[in-house]
């Protein structure tokens, strides 16, 4: 599914994050910036040692943040480390840290320049958020950042699995949907 927003493209897709022709990648990391399962070791993975190399001289990221690194053997020139939270059951700020985590990604993105970036579902793997409540915050975070002015002009959902996959295209059908009514 793909959606114009002020000119800008905002697409989702099924697929292996890894594989995007775009400037940067977003990692959904730990706090540690130590790497792990799930995207953030297949993203370790296929870059090389040279991004756990700068990770280690960062020393982590807080929850709600995002760290950039540069992207070693990767298509992307950037990897952008962005740190969701855990799921305890909403009532902890996990909709606030989560929307943080995706706005500090594309701020650092802006900062650098960047003009298309691809982002996994964060924290919906191994941190548990159910991606029915993830989703929507994931567009609406996107598509209200680049209605705004920004080098980025174009954003990737890249989406593991269908359940996911679903979860996003309602979210934004939704969200576009409201903005037109
Ligand atoms: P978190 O710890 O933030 O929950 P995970 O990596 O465990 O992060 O999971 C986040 C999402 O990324 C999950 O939906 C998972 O299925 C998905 N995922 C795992 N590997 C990849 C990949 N190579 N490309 C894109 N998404 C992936």
Not at 5 to 29: C, M
Not at 70 to 83: N, Q
Request: net charge positive.
């Amino acid at each position: 599914m793909q959606a114009n927003v002020n000119g800008k493209i905002l697409q989702l897709v099924q697929g292996d994050i890894t594989r995007q022709e775009v400037d940067a990648i977003v990692n959904a990391a730990n706090s540690g910036l130590r790497g792990g399962g799930g995207v953030d070791g297949a993203i370790h993975r296929a870059g090389g040692p040279e991004i756990m190399r700068q990770c280690r001289r960062l020393g982590g990221c807080p929850t709600g943040s995002a760290c950039v690194t540069t992207a070693g053997r990767l298509r992307a020139r950037f990897v952008i480390h962005a740190v969701g939270p855990v799921w305890h059951g909403g009532s902890s700020d996990e909709a606030t840290l989560l929307g943080s985590a995706y706005r500090r990604s594309l701020e650092v993105a802006d900062e650098k320049g960047i003009t298309s970036i691809a982002f996994p579902s964060l924290s919906t793997g191994a941190y548990r958020y159910p991606p029915p409540a993830a989703a929507p915050i994931a567009t609406s975070t996107v598509v209200d950042f680049i209605k705004g002015k920004t080098s980025i002009n174009k954003v990737v959902f890249v989406l593991f699995n269908d359940s996911t996959y679903e979860a996003f295209c309602q979210a934004l059908e939704q969200h576009l949907r409201q903005e037109d009514g």
